[in-house]
């Protein structure tokens, strides 16, 4: 009687593998290249594993949006352990997060994911809500109109950089945005 070789379930790699494939074939060919089938190429997984995960492309989307959301999290969550600062720390943090591509672990192209993403009114609405419950949980120390505004010029920048619109001095310009978090600002 043939034995047959039976593999340890890790759906937890298996969704990681498959996450990580389809944000590489979005950074390197655009949102539309994202197919089930080239994903599950990608990841080396059968196109079954894949359903099994990800029902469909859009539940596979949110799953990547959903991931992305979680690292920019982490990323801020850490980055506001190292500011001593109270005042506009979320703010400095988030900027750091979405400018710096070192603090989320990614690539620059990250940002132009999550720009693809804007044209999808679901997942438009779900960042806009994250970004509000982030401003109402650190209402106290980030409600103030400059914050407000560095938040808002680093999204402008980010959203530049995606859209491959050509930035000079992007050092200066990063250190400029973070400037108008600084608390000698309030």
């Known amino acids: 009687m043939a034995v047959g070789h039976h593999r340890k379930k890790r759906p937890d790699?298996?969704?990681?593998?498959?996450?990580t494939a389809a944000e590489d074939l979005a950074?390197?060919?655009?949102?539309?290249s994202v197919?089930?089938?080239?994903?599950?190429?990608?990841?080396?997984?059968?196109?079954?594993g894949l359903l099994h995960h990800y029902p469909n492309r859009d539940a596979l989307l949110r799953g990547l949006?959903?991931?992305?959301?979680?690292?920019?999290?982490?990323?801020?969550?850490d980055l506001?352990?190292?500011?001593?600062?109270?005042?506009?720390?979320?703010?400095?943090?988030y900027i750091r997060a979405t400018l710096d591509?070192?603090?989320?672990?990614?690539?620059?192209?990250?940002?132009?994911?999550?720009?693809a993403f804007m044209g999808d009114?679901?997942?438009?609405?779900r960042w806009y809500e994250w970004l509000a419950s982030q401003e109402a949980m650190h209402a106290e120390t980030d409600s103030a109109l400059n914050l407000r505004i560095?938040?808002?010029?680093?999204?402008?920048?980010?959203?530049?950089?995606?859209?491959?619109?050509?930035?000079?001095?992007?050092?200066?310009?990063?250190?400029?945005?973070?400037?108008l978090a600084n608390p000698a600002n309030r």
């Open 13 to 19: 790699a298996v969704r990681a593998a498959l996450l």
């Open 27 to 32: 950074r390197e060919h655009g949102l539309r």
């Open 35 to 48: 197919t089930m089938q080239a994903v599950s190429d990608a990841a080396g997984v059968t196109k079954g």
């Open 65 to 77: 949006f959903e991931a992305y959301i979680a690292r920019l999290e982490h990323a801020i969550a």
């Open 80 to 93: 506001m352990i190292a500011d001593e600062t109270r005042f506009g720390r979320f703010t400095r943090a």
């Open 101 to 115: 591509p070192v603090a989320m672990e990614s690539e620059p192209a990250s940002a132009g994911v999550l720009s």
């Open 121 to 125: 009114p679901g997942l438009r609405k």
């Open 150 to 179: 560095a938040r808002l010029a680093a999204d402008g920048f980010w959203f530049a950089q995606a859209d491959g619109v050509p930035l000079e001095d992007e050092r200066g310009l990063r250190g400029e945005i973070l400037r």
